[in-house]
């Protein structure tokens, strides 16, 4: 599904991706906060198109441009009895402490922590220096 949204001017561009934090305090006020806030925190986005119209923006010092965005399936890396296709998850990361771990990444999602996913598909099994038994996966 293709959503409108708001990005500053130096990230309109067709293919660039980004991912949804949630509201600052200063977008709270703004009268252009339902095309701007309406994408679900902790997501990856793909800027498909970019429209002609600016604004004003509290956060950017250059202006804002409307956007057509898609949901991205983010790789991760979740415990294996949750990997189940369709399923609805609540992402947690494992705290091994294993920063060099080449799933660290994939374990440790930047702003997902306790959102709710789905899993679009199960890629496998992954070995986990740790010894969980987890899977890899592409979540939505």
């Known amino acids: 599904m293709v959503l409108i949204t708001l990005v500053s001017e130096t990230q309109a561009e067709k293919g660039g991706r980004f991912y949804y934090l949630g509201p ?6 703004c009268k252009l906060k339902g095309v701007c806030l309406n994408l679900l925190q902790g997501s990856l986005y793909e800027i498909e198109g970019v429209r002609p119209q600016t604004h004003g923006c509290a956060l950017n010092e250059d202006k804002v441009r409307a956007v057509e965005v898609r949901r991205v399936p983010i790789d991760a890396v ?16 494992y705290d091994c402490g294993r920063i060099g771990c080449v799933n660290y990444t994939r374990c440790h999602l930047i702003g997902t922590e306790g959102g709710k996913y789905s899993v679009d598909e199960v890629i496998g099994d992954t070995e986990c220096p740790a010894g969980k ?8």
Do not use: D, M, Y
Request: contains cysteine; positive net charge; charged residues 25%.
């Open 24 to 29: 600052q305090p200063e977008c709270l006020e």
């Open 78 to 93: 979740i415990p294996k009895r949750s990997a189940i296709e369709g399923s609805i998850i609540t992402f947690r990361p």
């Open 133 to 140: 038994k987890v899977a890899s996966v592409r979540i939505l």
